[in-house]
């Protein structure tokens, strides 16, 4: 296990050079230069202006050697300074890291548990009232589009009985830890319940397939209770494809929700890769959109180490 | 009698979904009859749609900068809700008559200006530090660096140096004498006492500025009120000034939310997160009518027509376009009173020419276009272009009449006018292909390296302002002046060139005005680009909210903060 560890953490290393390289790459082939559009706006710039601006935000290097500048510096530590928000990038990216990992955090742990409970009740009793019901909840979930649901949910809980506010993360001249948690009832409702639908559909398809097992009915001959053959025998075998979906989902985390912060005004990851890559401001971008991918591979990692811990019959190689 | 069911099984400690549902009904019918929570009105809450990501007033102008500073921040000079230019934070505006404006030979033999200013006696930073001429010399030391990343260099280009009488007197030397000469509005001042120690290195200086290190540095803004609290992509909160000698400020607290979806937007006011959005800054036209419709009895909604000028251009590099029968038939088949009163509600005038009917230098006496599809009809005829029996038109030579239309995806206002364009002119034989692109590609690519032949778009300008930067010829954006310049149609009439350079040192009040009629003439008739409407800003405020004036022209609102008051 140590070997293949080690093997796949090298394997993500150069990933993420090579993504690095892609990433760059892409958002430099983008139409639009920054500058440009400073020129758009401002008829008082002249071209004198825009080669001394070109120069000082350092896009007038073609792009190999922008970066290979940024690739030698952040093997150092530094990530580069923020040009649309004028700012270190890790001062930058800090605070709306920490902001989407507590909203896509909260909603994710909420999905999970519920859909966990839903799927395996729906698992037991198949082709049941509940289950039909649970099945019905989770493809209206997944359908759902999300800004609409989040209309919704403000209409209903901040417009109409002034539960929730609206939007925002904290009130203003406030931010007590009450003040922040009602501020992220409706984002963590919107997404939890976006995200539902999905993981209960794998939970209950995996469970009805672990419960199909010839373990689980030798489990129940030999007198094991009902509960000891769901949360320990059925369960950890089902375990392993929505550990999968799991680990794909962890990159989530970090990349955020942009159509949800942007309906809750909620400064998190999503707006600010969005305002990043639009922005050409490619230190930010390359940063938040790495992290990303660092994340998801460092889960995708954990799955497959996850997999021998749930399934002994999986060797790792 | 099924609810008295429902109600008597809930009672009996009936559990299941049918109580539940029935208690919720009940609670949302309750809820939505309650009375609104009474409110003092100390605080105001205020949504747009952008957040502005730095306050550094020298550095990137952005509209939701500009308006936020409205608050905070005093310039010497701005066009007031009349479009008169007055002094802010200045005693008395320059002028040959009081003295304080001189004309001054260069020695290159051009006219300049010298021009004295005087900071308000009262005028102060608010950390207390008397705002003086050190702020002016300091401003324009990093005004004149090329390394401080300012984006109206060209301002600082034109003030040759600084003379400082006193601490608060000063003289400001022109390279040139404009008709508006004593506007100074984008020398706005910088507090050297806090912004001298980040400008030690002017290369890092935009990185440095305590506009974006330490925004709520009290000592960063000589207004009525101040930032106190700023959550990057998500609010601003503003208190007033301890130090601001004006007019009391009307809020204990202004919060300003920024909210990009308009949908959202919508929602957040309906739910009193909000009271109120800013024109400037808040919903499109289509989408505050549509509010208005819904729910305009419990706001007040303010139409105001302004500066911006949406048109079709024209590229001239085109040769189908670059025939001018082309471009009248284009205009004439186009019923654009018909788009403003439909889409619009004929909330926005249909524009003639460039210049907004507010304006100074306005005139209608020009060519109108009226809808005339028989006669756009009759203009493509005559310029080879023949109907097919399939609705087309062809040249001899076998080439359909047919361009590509660009303009903002995802501007839903332009989208549908896009498509009504599309609809009238292929009803005169002309063939329209939507190409439709993010803003930064149009407005950074496609229309200043001029990939277009049709683009939608707007200008926003400021009063009287010369058409230079759009219709001079030495404005056309090409790769050997690093594409600067708006002309992007490639406008090249030398009338047109003799009248703007005429119009920026004319001084003359009526000689001006026939300038700008002469200007107005010559582009209706060669219509370089398709005027279609000027837009109107959409300003939904509180019932209790009384003097916010919206002012039409690029200068907000929140400028005039202390005229803002609760109604009794």
Redesign the interface.
């Given at each position: 296990m140590i070997r293949f560890t080690a093997i796949r953490l090298i394997e993500i290393a150069a990933m993420l050079v090579l993504m690095s390289f892609v990433i760059y790459g892409l958002i430099g082939l983008?139409?639009?230069?920054?500058i440009?559009?400073?020129?758009?706006?401002?008829?008082?710039?002249?071209?004198a202006?825009?080669?001394?601006?070109k120069a000082?935000y350092g896009v007038d290097q073609p792009l190999l050697t922008r970066y290979w500048a940024w690739a030698t510096a952040a093997l150092h530590g530094n990530l580069g300074?923020s040009r649309?928000?004028?700012?270190?990038v890790t001062a930058?990216l800090l605070?709306?890291l920490a902001n989407s990992l507590v909203l896509m955090g909260s909603s994710f742990v909420l999905a999970f548990v519920l859909s966990l409970g839903l799927g395996i009740a729906a698992a037991r009793r198949p082709r049941s009232r509940f289950d039909a019901a649970v099945n019905f909840g989770a493809f209206a979930g997944v359908s759902l589009p999300t800004?609409w649901l989040?209309?919704i949910l403000?209409?209903?809980f901040?417009?109409?009985?002034?539960w929730f506010?609206?939007?925002?993360?904290?009130g203003?001249?406030s931010g007590d830890l009450a003040d922040r948690l009602r501020h992220l009832v409706l984002p963590v409702a919107t997404l939890t319940i976006a995200s539902i639908g999905g993981y209960t559909r794998y939970v209950r398809a995996a469970m009805r397939d672990a419960l199909g097992q010839d373990h689980i009915r030798t489990a129940r001959a030999k007198g094991a209770s009902e509960t000891r053959v769901i949360w320990h025998h059925a369960l950890r075998g089902a375990m392993v494809p929505i550990a999968t979906i799991l680990a794909l989902s962890f990159g989530t985390l970090v990349s955020g929700a942009l159509v949800t912060e942007?309906?809750?005004?909620?400064?998190g990851m999503g707006?600010?890769i969005f305002d990043a890559v639009?922005?050409?401001d490619y230190n930010l971008a390359l940063a938040a959109l790495l992290l990303a991918t660092a994340v998801t591979l460092a889960a995708n990692l954990a799955a497959d180490l996850a997999y021998a811990w749930l399934d002994p019959r999986v060797t790792l190689r | 009698m099924q609810l008295t069911r429902v109600l008597r099984e809930c009672r009996r400690g009936a559990s299941g979904l049918r109580c539940v549902a029935f208690l919720l009904v009940i609670l949302l019918f309750v809820a939505g009859f309650l009375p609104a929570e009474a409110a003092d009105h100390d605080e105001l809450s205020i949504g747009i749609v952008q957040f502005p990501v730095m306050l550094n007033p020298d550095i990137e102008a952005v509209a939701a900068k500009s308006y936020v500073l409205g608050f905070t921040t005093r310039p010497f000079t701005v066009f007031d809700v009349d479009w008169k230019l007055v002094c802010l934070l200045c005693t008395e505006l320059p002028s040959f008559e009081n003295g304080r404006a001189v004309k001054t030979q260069l020695p290159n033999g051009k006219t300049g200006v010298d021009l004295t200013y005087t900071i308000r006696a009262d005028a102060t930073w608010g950390d207390g530090v008397p705002v003086t001429t050190d702020d002016v010399k300091f401003t324009y030391e990093v005004g004149r660096n090329k390394d401080s990343a300012i984006s109206n260099a060209e301002l600082y280009r034109r003030i040759l140096s600084v003379d400082v009488e006193n601490d608060k007197t000063f003289t400001l030397h022109f390279d040139r004498l404009t008709h508006e000469y004593a506007a100074i509005d984008d020398f706005v001042l910088l507090p050297a006492h806090l912004e001298r120690p980040a400008f030690a290195d002017p290369a890092q200086y935009r990185l440095r500025t305590l506009y974006g290190t330490d925004p709520t540095n009290p000592g960063l803004y000589n207004g009525p009120y101040r930032v106190s609290e700023l959550a990057q992509g998500s609010h601003i909160v503003l208190e007033p000034n301890p130090h601001w000698a004006g007019p009391k400020p009307p809020f204990r607290r202004i919060t300003i939310h920024a909210i990009e979806n308009s949908a959202a937007l919508e929602a957040n006011l309906l739910s009193g997160t909000i009271d109120m959005v800013a024109g400037e800054m808040g919903l499109p036209l289509d989408e505050a009518l549509a509010f208005d419709k819904r729910h305009g009895g419990d706001f007040t909604i303010i139409y105001k027509p302004g500066l911006t000028f949406e048109h079709v251009d024209c590229n001239l590099a085109v040769p189908a376009l670059a025939d001018r029968r082309v471009r009248e038939a284009l205009l004439l088949g186009l019923d654009r009173a018909a788009i403003v009163k439909s889409l619009f509600a004929d909330r926005q005038a249909v524009a003639n020419s460039f210049v907004e009917p507010l304006d100074k230098g306005f005139t209608d006496d020009v060519p109108h276009y009226a809808f005339d599809p028989a006669k756009a009809q009759q203009l493509l005829d005559q310029a080879g272009w023949h109907a097919q029996p399939d609705g087309t038109r062809k040249s001899d030579d076998g080439k359909t009449l047919s361009f590509e239309l660009t303009t903002t995806a995802g501007n839903h206002s332009r989208e549908l006018v896009e498509q009504v364009l599309q609809s009238q002119w292929t009803k005169i034989g002309v063939s329209i292909r939507i190409h439709n692109e993010p803003a930064r590609v149009l407005f950074g690519e496609t229309v200043p390296h001029r990939k277009f032949e049709l683009a939608m778009y707007a200008w926003s300008s400021a009063p009287e302002n010369e058409p230079r930067s759009i219709f001079h010829s030495k404005e056309i954006p090409a790769a050997d002046n690093g594409y600067a310049g708006q002309n992007a149609v490639g406008y090249d009439n030398p009338e047109m060139d003799r009248i703007i350079d005429t119009l920026e040192t004319e001084l003359d009040t009526a000689k001006r005005k026939a300038l700008w009629a002469e200007a107005q003439v010559l582009y209706a008739t060669d219509l370089p680009s398709l005027p279609l409407y000027f837009r109107s800003d959409a300003f939904v405020l509180p019932k209790w909210l009384a003097g916010l004036r919206p002012t039409g022209n690029q200068y907000p609102s929140s400028l005039w903060v202390t005229d803002w008051s609760v109604k009794p």
């Open positions: 983008m139409p639009g230069d920054p440009d559009l400073m020129m758009a706006a401002d008829p008082h710039l002249t071209s202006d825009l080669a001394r601006l000082l300074y649309l928000f004028a700012a270190p930058t605070p709306r800004f989040a209309l403000i209409l209903v901040a417009q109409v009985l002034h506010p609206a939007s925002g993360m904290t203003a001249g942007e309906m809750f005004a909620y400064p707006k600010l639009m922005g050409n | -």
